[in-house]
């Protein structure tokens, strides 16, 4: 089994920064993408960014130029610097990865996910 699992939510004013963090852990060969996701109340859940095992990099239009993806491969831990928070960044905040396990199939899995307040 895999297991994802996320931290570095909380609440935070405009204008100010998070990081979240998510490692994944158990029967693991290697990891695809990796991704960070978010659901607002009332709202589907949408992409925020993702990052590819070639390092490539893609963000949604309303995070680009203040989120941060980055990932550790040693670690399988991916990381999301957010700053310039608005309230409109208010989610639950839903780690994802393609992960490869040892019987080479790929799966897909999600963490449980983490709150992010922005206050303004």
């Known amino acids: 089994q895999v297991q994802l699992v996320e931290s570095g939510g909380g609440l935070v004013q405009a204008g100010g920064s998070l990081r979240l963090s998510c490692a994944a852990s158990g029967s693991i060969f290697s990891i695809n993408a990796m991704g960070w996701y978010r659901q607002a109340p009332g709202n589907q859940r949408e992409f925020v960014a993702g990052?590819?095992?070639?390092?490539?990099?893609n963000y949604a239009p309303s995070v680009k130029g203040r989120f941060t993806i980055s990932r550790d491969n040693a670690k399988n831990t991916v990381y999301l610097q957010m700053n310039s928070l608005k309230p409109e960044d208010t989610a639950v905040y839903y780690c994802?990865?393609?992960?490869?396990?040892?019987?080479?199939?790929?799966?897909?899995?999600w963490g449980q996910g983490t709150q992010v307040t922005v206050s303004s």
């Open positions: 990052d590819t095992s070639g390092g490539s990099t």
């Open positions: 994802n990865a393609e992960v490869v396990r040892y019987n080479r199939a790929t799966y897909n899995y």
